[in-house]
């Protein structure tokens, strides 16, 4: 299959000051899928890009100021009101005490004061790269989107949440900028949000469904595979983004023969546990699969490894073609690939 010259146009926007930067990439090469007759016109795609750093300046600022009445507005910014969404989706307890307390507490810590001025450097350094960031990452994010992916996304900067990021359903990522995973690298920051926007372009293809919507085995099996399609396709591209020499933890994993074994195993005991499973056990295999999928980073190695071998066996389309056909259809060609016994995954 040849290679058709797909029109993509990035847009980069800061809000609520906006400073939109629109670049065309006439040359960029991206997979059509395999059912598209050849020689039908290129796909236009176009990925916007927009920054809001306010509440998560707001907050930082107030910890600084002289101000020490514990400011109350943050409740209401989209930002935390889809944290709140995200605890609830991940079956975590509502955040909202939790940074309240934070708020009260951090004006008594020098150390936590010094970190938090690191914190908004941070995010200034993140800002100032943001331009380059999309000339370098977008073209191979596309690489491994369908032809004709398009979608916003708005980076959302947040302060004292429990995650360090997630992204959203409506284009939101959300970067926990105060979180100590960064450990004050930018190119960190900018490599998750390559994850993250994939993230968004994947579900526009597979929009998947949440563990508390799944009652019956089939569905939470549904929701393994999405998230292991979902979860590992987002590692495996980002690490293809990722400068030389940046530390991410999931990259390591990968590397590791060993653990990459060890992240397989967790993921077939899981699909075990799940299959055939009463309907009164559901919710103790949805906390596994937090466990094991997300704490554990089954979903994150495992798929990220299916991913990789899937490309260099199969070729790029094959792999981009699963983002079309979905999370079974990604299963059944990692299968295909024969890979060694330690290393597969049976399906019910
Ligand atoms: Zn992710």
């Given amino acids: 299959m040849h290679c058709l010259h797909t029109k993509m146009k990035i847009q980069l926007r800061m809000i609520p000051i906006v400073t939109a930067v629109a670049l065309t990439f006439a040359g960029a090469c991206a997979t059509r899928p395999a059912s598209e007759p050849s020689g039908s016109s290129p796909a236009s795609q176009e990925i916007v890009v927009s920054f809001d750093a306010a509440t998560a300046t707001g907050l930082m600022d107030w910890t600084q100021s002289n101000n020490s009445h514990v400011p109350e507005s943050w409740k209401h910014a989209h930002v935390y009101e889809l944290t709140r969404e995200w605890a609830k989706w991940n079956q975590q307890p509502d955040p909202y005490s939790e940074i309240d307390r934070t708020l009260a507490e951090v004006r008594k810590s020098k150390s936590a004061l010094k970190e938090i001025v690191k914190s908004r450097t941070l995010m200034d350094t993140v800002l100032s790269k943001r331009s380059a960031f999309s000339q370098s990452i977008i073209p191979t994010l596309v690489k491994y989107l369908p032809s004709g992916t398009s ?13 360090y990021s997630f992204s959203w359903g409506d284009g939101s990522i959300i970067i926990n900028i105060t979180d100590s995973y960064w450990r004050g690298s930018a190119d960190k920051v900018l ?34 595979v999405w998230r292991t399609q979902n979860e590992g396709m987002a590692t495996y591209v980002a690490s293809r983004c990722a400068p030389p020499g940046l530390l991410v933890e999931d990259y390591d994993l990968l590397d590791d023969p060993a653990q990459v074994r060890a992240k397989f195993d967790l993921l077939r005991s899981l699909i075990i546990e799940a299959s055939d499973v009463d309907e009164s056990r559901i919710p103790l295999v949805r906390t596994k699969a937090f466990q094991v999928g997300d704490m554990q980073r089954a979903f994150f190695v495992v798929g990220a490894h299916m991913a990789r071998r899937i490309e260099q066996i199969n070729g790029l389309d094959s792999l981009v073609n699963t983002v079309i056909s979905g999370p079974r259809a990604f299963f059944a060609t990692y299968a295909a690939t024969k890979p060694p016994a330690g290393l597969s995954v049976n399906l019910p």
Avoid: C, M
């Avoid at 979608?151 to 995650?163: S, W």
């Fill in 151 to 163: 979608f916003k996304a708005t980076v959302l900067f947040a302060a004292f949440i429990p995650p």
């Fill in 191 to 224: 490599n998750l949000l390559a994850h993250e926007i994939y993230h968004l372009g994947f579900i526009a293809h597979q929009p998947g469904s949440s563990a508390t919507d799944a009652h019956r085995s089939g569905e939470i099996i549904d929701f393994i």
